[in-house]
């Protein structure tokens, strides 16, 4: 079982990035797919998700601005980010709950800083 997200960067404020995560490797039904983030000093936030009916969630600090999708021909879980302010800079992980109704897989994250 893998994750491995890719797309993040610096941009300035106002600026907009597209996170991926690609997944492989497993068979089992899974449950939610979703995207955390973990500044320094602060605890990890899930911010956005997609239930196993394809509805999504989202963090207020985020709604609005944060879309989460996914490609299931291509096995990935995408968070398009626009409008990102400086309080958004963190490292960002995409996550799966795999089998079971709670995340229990990782991908090992993607910086984003976004600078003012």
């Known amino acids: 079982v893998q994750l491995v997200e890719s797309g993040g960067g610096s941009v300035q404020s106002g600026g907009s990035l597209n996170l991926t995560c690609t997944h492989s490797g497993y068979t089992y039904s899974t449950y939610c797919r979703g995207w955390f983030r973990q500044a320094v000093g602060k605890e990890r936030e899930e911010i956005a998700t997609?239930?196993?009916?394809?509805?999504?969630t989202y963090a207020d600090s985020v709604k609005g601005r944060f879309t989460v999708s996914r490609d299931k021909a291509r096995n990935t879980l995408s968070l398009q980010m626009t409008d990102l302010r400086p309080e958004d800079s963190a490292m960002y992980y995409c996550?799966?709950?795999?089998?079971?109704?709670?995340?229990?897989?990782w991908g090992q994250g993607t910086q984003v800083t976004v600078s003012s």
């Open positions: 997609i239930h196993s009916d394809d509805s999504t």
């Open positions: 996550a799966v709950c795999l089998g079971q109704y709670e995340y229990n897989r």
